[in-house]
């Protein structure tokens, strides 16, 4: 049986490989939590503004940061790569599909480089980022897939509130550059296609969501 996968599916493999295979082995999804519309509207504000600058210079913030690019300016493919539904896409040999949507795109030498927006409500810990690097990874994995070089790099940017002046928020915003690692997406990916394949795996310890079905009903209901 093929299966579709995303990163943020592939997150929930990590998380808890139990929860994983219930939601796509049994259609057992974790319950949705509260989204605040807060980031949803910061992203497409971000998606508009890095926009406006596609045929002129870079936005203020990465010339801050002096990136040495160019933004990506094929606005149809970029409008399609963005796209939850559409996004970028690759299928495998058993009809296995992943899929992810980007926040935009740079050209450096004929090559692509990812670039990712990310808001926070206060400044970066050391290791932040490594909570979206198989994401980042996944891009550029699915770029290369479909035909497109990318540079061994990708930008994560972080947007946090610094002050109001005058009735204006003004953001604060970190940039890293960081590694592009393709074979440890592809190897997740595999990983989690394996999972699917198998039994159904244990709990992982700190799961609570497992933990919440365990107290809520009788455990014998989920031995499949």
């Known amino acids: 049986m093929p299966y579709s996968l995303s990163p943020s599916t592939i997150n929930i493999f990590k998380d808890c490989k139990k929860c994983f295979w219930l939601q796509f082995r049994k259609n057992l999804k974790r319950p949705d939590g509260i989204f605040p519309s807060l980031p949803s509207g910061m992203d497409r504000i971000l998606k ?5 600058y596609m045929e002129d210079a870079l936005p203020p913030e990465l010339v801050k940061h002096k990136v040495d690019a160019k933004l990506f300016n094929d606005r149809i493919l970029l409008d399609k790569w963005r796209d939850a539904k559409r996004g970028i896409s690759y299928t495998d040999e058993k009809g296995n599909t992943l899929k992810g949507a980007v926040d935009n795109i740079l050209t450096k030498d004929n090559k692509l480089i990812v670039l990712d927006y ?22 550029n994995f699915l770029l290369r897939k479909n035909g497109y070089e990318t540079q ?6 972080f947007y946090h509130p610094d002050k109001v002046v005058d009735n204006i928020f003004l953001f604060h915003t970190d940039l890293l550059k960081l590694e592009v690692n393709v ?3 592809q190897a997740l990916w595999k990983k989690a296609l394996a999972t699917l394949d198998g039994g159904m795996p244990q709990s992982s310890d700190s799961c609570a969501y497992c933990k919440y079905r365990n107290a809520k009903f009788n ?3 989920l031995d499949f």
Request: aromatic share 24%; glycine share 2%; net charge negative.
């Open 48 to 52: 508009a503004h890095f926009d406006s």
């Open 152 to 157: 061994d790099y990708f930008y994560l940017i």
């Open 118 to 139: 990310k808001t926070r409500g206060y400044e970066l810990r050391e290791d932040t980022h490594e909570y979206y690097r198989d994401q980042l990874n996944f891009y």
């Open 219 to 221: 455990s014998s209901l």
């Open 183 to 185: 074979e440890s997406a």
